[in-house]
């Protein structure tokens, strides 16, 4: 714990200034963002008598090690600073909304040729249109539903729709009246992105002209007799009068705005976010958060559109959905002083935005259901979630009683070995902070070191890895004086960036110098050692880890496995294990690391088995890369007709050669096509004669024994 006054700016050396400021700890890494009016006044209030600062502030400045800032011109840039430095570090004591479910939109797919409509989710694509966020997905397909009998554009996947064209019939829904059918050339690609579009701008709240137009249409065609013409239009009035009554109408004067509500106690909050437009609401979102810093309604209120907006341009209308900053903003509470806020979402935009507390009227109404619905997000939260502050803080400290440890293990490391009865032989690693996953540090491993199944062997090399890593960058910067023992759990091209990736695959570049990168102050990776390890396992594993961190040299992170028949405690060396409650938190706590370690490594474990699954004929020519292999199967549709071209059919290939072409000719004429797959537990076929893949197995099993 630092002494804040052991960091404390000099007198007289903080400019009285608009600026952003952060605080680093004793590693380098950044903690805390903020900004000021005057960046002497508030560096000021910091470094006060500690007992008259709020407990979390307090608990922020003895962590930190450091404060520096960073002067700018307008309270504006000082906003936009702040948002981008947090997105950047991540800073642990800065409140950090998170969704509490991922929210689905409908999309519209106006990048493509013939757009299609579906279900999305994730972070939005150029040229989409979208609408929503909804609650639950199955609400988008009841509206699609409704309006695809007015609007028959296209929902089918790439795969179907390229099916359809090549055996020149429609899906089900093309038969039915539910698509125009453009994969087999019933509407032109002009007529079904203008009926794209029509759906787009019904979806976005225009809605009354298209009625009067169809309802015209309707009388029209029971004057000239033709009554079956106007039944169909009488029923797709009623269809899109179903979907309509479904957005109802929530402020009378067809405004555009977002409604933000705040639901919070000493430990939490919740927001809420009604999107409107047209009057209508067309979107909601949640998140929820620790209140990690000591801040008030306001500032949550300041942190929620900075997250909301920070990425987004242009107006409400532009977008065509619930994106885009719209006129009005509704808010509990204004932070003050709030003419930043206002231009720096007025800039976004594109034109004045109004930020402002509804005081009567409708949307004062909407706003106390906004509330409502944050008050049972939260309250919902709270029921679902055992980790809040209090809990996670005794978790801890139960841990660190039930194993002798001199201090609460803030960070916590588990790792946890996956197979196939041998084969695919992965391991993961996890990283809890704060008794809180750090997704962004998890590492996954291939064991290199030796074939076959065992778990003990496997758990002392992936800890060896993963610490020598660590100790070479305390070398690098001359933390760690004494020599690496050259056999100490050494595994040949183990430490290279290729023996680790980050999660979703990502690899992550090998450190140049040092744990924090200068110019970003970012960790760099296996840069920080955990005070607690915890193993998937019993008593063999927990010694091949303890065994590996003593042949390193480390005697200051602690040892601890998790057996999952009676969920015992193992400690090294012990002949008995530690028996926690089943009511404790501190169990509940290793519980949960111990899970998440055996999701992530079956995760890595199943996506090489569906990658090796997937192997094909063409992945054994010689100079093939992955381009001309999609090629080649793009071009004839699949690996039988391939096989039947001759070699000048093959050069048509863009890219192919003549010389490629006989390669390629030849390779398959020598494999001979192997028999279907099949599942042997469900029988399901996993790739047909030709060597195409239909589906991966579906199955749990990782043959591992504990």
């Not at 700890?25 to 470094?47: C, H, M, P, Q, T």
């Not at 806020?341 to 909407?366: A, E, F, I």
């Not at 841990?399 to 196939?420: F, G, M, N, V």
Request: glycine share 8%.
């Amino acid at each position: 714990m630092a002494d804040p006054s052991s960091y404390r700016p000099k007198p007289g050396q903080i400019p009285d200034s608009p600026g952003v400021y952060k605080f680093r700890d004793e590693y380098g890494r950044v903690i805390y963002v903020g900004k000021a009016k005057s960046l002497r006044a508030r560096l000021s209030s910091y470094f006060q008598d500690i007992t008259n600062l709020h407990q979390r502030t307090a608990t922020m400045v003895t962590t930190a090690a450091s404060v520096e800032w960073t002067v700018v011109s307008t309270e504006v840039e000082a906003l936009q600073l702040e948002y981008s430095w947090i997105k950047e570090f991540d800073p642990r004591f800065n409140v950090k909304y998170r969704d509490d479910k991922s929210y689905p939109s409908l999309a519209v797919t106006m990048n493509e040729e013939f757009p299609r409509v579906q279900v999305m989710r994730g972070p939005k694509r150029r040229g989409v249109r979208y609408f929503g966020p909804y609650a639950h997905a199955w609400a988008i397909r009841e509206t699609v539903d409704l309006l695809l009998r007015v609007f028959p554009v296209r929902t089918c996947s790439a795969g179907v729709f390229k099916r359809s064209a090549q055996i020149g019939r429609p899906c089900l829904l093309g038969y039915i009246g539910k698509c125009s059918a453009p994969c087999v050339g019933r509407i032109s690609a002009e007529d079904h992105r203008e009926l794209a579009e029509e759906f787009s701008d019904f979806m976005a709240g225009h809605t009354g002209t298209y009625l009067r137009r169809l309802e015209q249409r309707m009388k029209d065609a029971a004057a000239a007799m033709e009554y079956e013409q106007a039944a169909r239009l009488r029923d797709d009035l009623e269809a899109l009068r179903r979907a309509m009554e479904k957005n109802a109408v929530v402020l009378a004067d067809a405004t555009d705005a977002d409604l933000i509500a705040v639901a919070e106690d000493e430990l939490e909050a919740a927001v809420q976010i009604f999107h409107v437009r047209g009057g209508r609401v067309r979107g909601q979102r949640g998140w929820v958060t620790d209140k990690v810093e000591a801040v008030d309604t306001a500032g949550l209120v300041e942190h929620a559109l900075q997250q909301l907006y920070g990425d987004e341009s242009g107006d409400a209308e532009q977008s065509g959905g619930s994106g885009g900053v719209p006129k009005e903003v509704l808010v509990p509470a204004l932070p003050e002083p709030a003419e930043p806020l206002v231009q720096w979402l007025s800039h976004r935009r594109g034109s004045q935005v109004s930020l402002r507390v509804p005081q009567r009227g409708d949307k004062k109404d909407l706003m106390a259901t906004v509330q409502r619905n944050a008050q049972q997000a939260l309250a919902l939260h709270k029921t679902k979630r055992a980790s809040d502050l209090t809990t996670r803080s005794r978790a801890l400290e139960e841990i660190a009683a039930a194993l002798d440890l001199d201090t609460a293990p803030l960070r916590i490391e588990c790792y946890d070995i996956s197979h196939l009865q041998g084969d695919d032989v992965v391991a993961s690693m996890v990283v809890f902070e704060d008794g809180l996953a750090r997704k962004s540090e998890y590492r996954r491993f291939q064991i290199k070191s030796f074939a076959g199944q065992d778990d003990v062997r496997s758990m002392h090399e992936v800890i060896s890895r993963r610490f020598r890593r660590y100790l070479q960058e305390k070398q690098r910067t001359s933390e760690w004086e004494e020599e690496l023992p050259d056999d100490a759990g050494a595994v040949d091209g183990a430490e290279t960036a290729g023996g680790t990736e980050a999660v979703d695959g990502a690899d992550t570049p090998a450190a140049a110098g040092g744990p924090i990168d200068p110019d970003t102050g970012r960790p760099r990776k296996f840069a920080y050692p955990p005070q607690l390890v915890v193993v998937d396992g019993g008593q063999p594993q927990v010694a091949a880890a303890r065994k590996a961190l003593e042949e390193l040299g480390i005697d200051d992170v602690a040892v601890c496995g998790l057996a999952k028949r009676l969920e015992e405690v193992w400690l090294p060396g012990e002949d008995d294990p530690v028996i926690l409650p089943r009511t404790s938190e501190g169990l509940y706590l290793l519980q949960r690391v111990r899970d998440e370690a055996h999701r992530f490594a079956i995760a890595y474990q199943r996506s090489k088995r569906s990658k090796s699954m997937k192997a094909g004929a063409l992945d054994t020519v010689p100079g093939l890369g992955e381009t001309r292999r999609q090629a080649l199967l793009k071009h004839f549709g699949s690996l039988k007709r391939l096989r039947a071209a001759t070699v000048e059919e093959i050069c048509q290939v863009p890219g192919i050669g003549r010389r490629t072409a006989e390669t390629v000719a030849a390779a398959l004429a020598s494999a001979a096509p192997a028999a279907p797959a099949v599942n042997t537990a469900t029988g399901e076929i996993i790739e047909d004669s030709d060597g195409t893949p239909l589906a991966a197995v579906p199955s749990d099993h990782r043959g591992k024994s504990t």
